[in-house]
């Protein structure tokens, strides 16, 4: 009967966390556009469900992130330059443009979770934790994004935008995950391990 209610809590947690990455996806508060950019909140609820989930379940919301950016390039009607690169019939090689929305969506599940554990081993103050968690994630994951972006589409007019992306998108990201992470996740966490079901690897 515990086994059951441990199952039950965790998959109920990624049950909401994947309806609130939904949710962000399929409003105007998953992306934010500031032409000619982008600027996105879902990377939060990803980061997230690494940090009290682990890995896997955070993986999953990775790539529910993926799958809805990949969605949201291909139906937007107003794209901006650099949104046009994640549509596969937009971009001029759709390959790219799914490797580009996808595995850095997933990497992002996965990666808090490593340098929370990581960093618990030194900063015992789980705020400060989270938040640097946060922090080094969402650079990961910029990072990835615009060197998908470099690697694939070198033809393309980047340059101009490239520094924009950087001080823009990374900054306002950045902030914003370490913000609302560790004040979502560390209540969370409480309750999932009242409950002993915290998923540590």
Known sequence: MLNVSKSNIRFTTLALLVAIELLLGFTP???????????????????????????????????????????????????????LLFSPFASGAPLYSIIMCIVPRVLLGIIPAYVYKLLSNFIKVRTISIGISAAIATVCHTIMVLGCMSAFFKALVLKEVFLTIISLNGTVEILAAVIVVPAVALPVRKYIISRGTLITS
């Open 29 to 83: 508060l998953g992306f934010i556009a500031i032409p000619p950019v982008s600027i996105t909140t879902m990377h939060i609820p990803v980061i997230i469900s690494s940090i009290i989930l682990g890995p896997l379940f955070g993986s999953v919301i990775g790539l529910t992130f993926g799958l809805v950016s990949l969605f949201s390039a291909i139906t937007s009607a107003a794209l901006s330059p650099v949104s």
